[in-house]
């Protein structure tokens, strides 16, 4: 039985559910695989709980009712106050080791770096870390220890399929097409089933689809970093400022309160009922699309056609679309659930599997 040391960084709704997963498959993974995952530690933004020996059961169930109940690990019986995530990786950190990264910070760039740096493997779900400047990003994926597949299609194998099937066949990549959030595929779908603007992203927001403030979704940044991604991954040398990302609303309303942009939403809805008729016109309809050829990468709102891929798209499904040699006139399309907690916490477990078997 090969026992796999994980040290998790971050028990938002996503972190908690990467560890629900953990505890449910046990059994399986077990048999399935001689895999034993065993957590060591856990981390929130200040604190942890850290247990060379093995966080039990019963230390895991506590650690997501705190996070549940909104609290601190620091606040726990056996948490305590740390100075940084590379400070618990140094010292929890042990021979085939996992890190994962399940947060939306920048902070855990070091940690992930000093896990690589000691021959351990890493797995994040956080899309910052691959969007800073191409160095760090050759840095983390040139190991060979290093996983991301949840940082662009939560549970769709885009990632995978991409690196490990088109790239490592040598087939060459003309051109991807996908919708990669499942937050503006709700909307845009919404508008097209004639939906306000404003209503819907009211809707999104009290179902969870949407970042606290919807801006963060709306903005277009979320799914322009996806796009960095795909196109670092193809090996362009692309930053986040040669990605062009069209915002789903004007720079006036960037200032203000939620609320005060909620409330100012409904400004946009006659703009958006003439965009939607406009297309529907033309045998088209609107979707969030992030393009990607000939070296350059671009996300905005653009009418497709109906009876297209992208155009039969519903709901908060993302769906990806490959072009490539071998794939010319009839594309690799990927399609899935593309927003929940649950879907990319699947992602990340088949990371921690796929890293696990790797280092046997």
Same mark, same amino acid.
């Given at each position: 039985?090969?026992?796999?040391?994980?040290?998790?960084?971050?028990?938002?709704?996503?972190?908690?559910?990467?560890?629900?997963?953990?505890?449910?498959?046990?059994?399986?993974?077990?048999?399935?695989?001689?895999?034993?995952?065993?957590?060591?530690?856990?981390?929130?933004?200040?604190?942890?709980?850290?247990?060379?020996?093995?966080?039990? &059961?019963?230390?895991?169930?506590?650690?997501?009712?705190?996070?549940?109940?909104?609290?601190?690990?620091?606040?726990?019986?056996?948490?305590?106050?740390?100075?940084?995530?590379?400070?618990?990786?140094?010292?929890?950190?042990?021979?085939?080791?996992?890190?994962?990264?399940?947060?939306?910070?920048?902070?855990?760039?070091?940690?992930?770096?000093?896990?690589?740096?000691?021959?351990?493997?890493?797995?994040?779900?956080?899309?910052?870390?691959?969007?800073?400047? &191409?160095?760090?990003?050759?840095?983390?994926?040139?190991?060979?220890?290093?996983?991301?597949?949840?940082?662009?299609?939560?549970?769709?194998?885009?990632?995978?399929?991409?690196?490990?099937?088109?790239?490592?066949?040598?087939?060459?990549?003309?051109?991807?097409?996908?919708?990669?959030?499942?937050?503006?595929?709700?909307?845009?779908?919404?508008?097209?089933?004639?939906?306000?603007?404003?209503?819907?992203?009211?809707?999104?927001?009290?179902?969870?689809?949407?970042?606290?403030?919807?801006?963060?979704?709306?903005?277009?940044?979320?799914?322009?970093?996806?796009?960095?991604?795909?196109?670092?991954?193809?090996?362009?040398?692309?930053?986040?400022?040669?990605?062009?990302?069209?915002?789903?609303?004007?720079?006036?309303?960037?200032?203000?309160?939620?609320?005060?942009?909620?409330?100012?939403?409904?400004?946009?809805?006659?703009? &958006?009922?003439?965009?939607?008729?406009?297309?529907?016109?033309?045998?088209?309809?609107?979707?969030?699309?992030?393009?990607?050829?000939?070296?350059?990468?671009?996300?905005?709102?653009?009418?497709?056609?109906?009876?297209?891929?992208?155009?039969?798209?519903?709901?908060?499904?993302?769906?990806?679309?490959?072009?490539?040699?071998?794939?010319?006139?009839?594309?690799?399309?990927?399609?899935?659930?593309?927003?929940?907690?649950?879907?990319?916490?699947?992602?990340?477990?088949?990371?921690?599997?796929?890293?696990?078997?790797?280092?046997?």
């Amino acid at each position: 039985m090969q026992t796999v040391p994980l040290i998790q960084v971050g028990l938002g709704g996503v972190g908690r559910a990467v560890v629900e997963r953990v505890l449910a498959a046990a059994d399986e993974f077990e048999w399935r695989y001689g895999l034993r995952l065993h957590y060591v530690a856990l981390l929130d933004s200040r604190g942890a709980i850290v247990a060379p020996e093995g966080l039990t &059961y019963g230390d895991l169930q506590r650690a997501l009712a705190a996070k549940s109940a909104g609290q601190s690990l620091a606040t726990m019986a056996e948490g305590y106050r740390h100075e940084g995530a590379a400070d618990i990786v140094d010292v929890a950190g042990t021979t085939g080791a996992i890190v994962i990264d399940v947060t939306a910070s920048d902070d855990s760039v070091d940690a992930l770096l000093l896990a690589l740096e000691r021959g351990y493997a890493a797995v994040t779900a956080n899309k910052r870390p691959l969007t800073q400047d &191409y160095a760090t990003f050759r840095r983390l994926v040139g190991c060979g220890r290093f996983r991301y597949e949840a940082t662009v299609g939560a549970g769709v194998p885009v990632i995978a399929s991409l690196a490990e099937n088109i790239i490592a066949s040598h087939d060459t990549v003309h051109r991807i097409e996908g919708c990669f959030s499942g937050t503006l595929g709700f909307l845009t779908t919404g508008l097209q089933a004639g939906g306000s603007f404003s209503s819907l992203v009211r809707e999104a927001r009290v179902r969870g689809y949407t970042e606290p403030d919807p801006r963060d979704d709306l903005g277009g940044m979320d799914v322009g970093r996806k796009a960095l991604i795909l196109a670092r991954t193809l090996g362009w040398p692309l930053d986040m400022a040669q990605v062009q990302v069209e915002s789903l609303f004007p720079p006036a309303l960037a200032a203000g309160s939620v609320d005060d942009f909620l409330q100012a939403t409904g400004t946009l809805d006659a703009d &958006y009922q003439s965009r939607v008729a406009g297309a529907r016109a033309q045998g088209q309809t609107l979707r969030y699309v992030a393009s990607l050829a000939g070296g350059s990468a671009q996300v905005g709102l653009q009418p497709v056609p109906l009876d297209s891929p992208l155009g039969r798209l519903q709901g908060t499904d993302n769906l990806i679309a490959f072009y490539t040699d071998i794939y010319q006139t009839s594309p690799l399309v990927l399609q899935g659930r593309g927003a929940g907690a649950n879907g990319t916490a699947a992602g990340v477990l088949a990371d921690i599997v796929a890293l696990a078997r790797r280092q046997r």
